[in-house]
Nanobody, 114 residues
Framework: QEHLVESGGGLVQAGGSLRLSCVVS????????MGWYRQAPGKQRETVAL???????TYPDSVKGRFTASRDVAKNMMYLQMVSLKAEDTAVYYC????????WGQGTQVTVSS
């Protein structure tokens, strides 16, 4: 059964760093393009990173150069390294496929204080 569990969030000061993790169950990560997404209060969910089946990563301008997505196919894990965090990065962060087809996990809260 497909299942996503995100972790690693927390409260950090602006300029700080966090590393998020996502346990992916029920699918073979090697066969799927994956993504990291976030949703801030009162805003729509947005994409912050995509990882192709071949491991190629893409980012929106808002996080480019600060966020790095990666995956461990053997462990079926996704990661999001975030540095130089800004107050506007505050949101609940989720992982899912690139087409967001899996049931959403509970997400992990990232709060950046300015």
């Amino acid at each position: 059964q497909e299942h996503l569990v995100e972790s690693g969030g927390g409260l950090v000061q602006a300029g700080g760093s966090l590393r998020l993790s996502c346990v992916v169950s029920g699918i073979d990560l090697a066969l799927f393009a994956m993504g990291w997404y976030r949703q801030a209060p009162g805003k729509q969910r947005e994409t912050v990173a995509l990882v192709s089946r071949g491991g190629i990563t893409t980012y929106p301008d808002s996080v480019k150069g600060r966020f790095t997505a990666s995956r461990d196919v053997a462990k079926n894990m996704m990661y999001l390294q975030m540095v130089s965090l800004k107050a506007e990065d505050t949101a609940v962060y989720y992982c899912n496929t690139d087409t967001q087809t899996l049931p959403w996990g509970q997400g992990t809260q990232v709060t950046v204080s300015s």
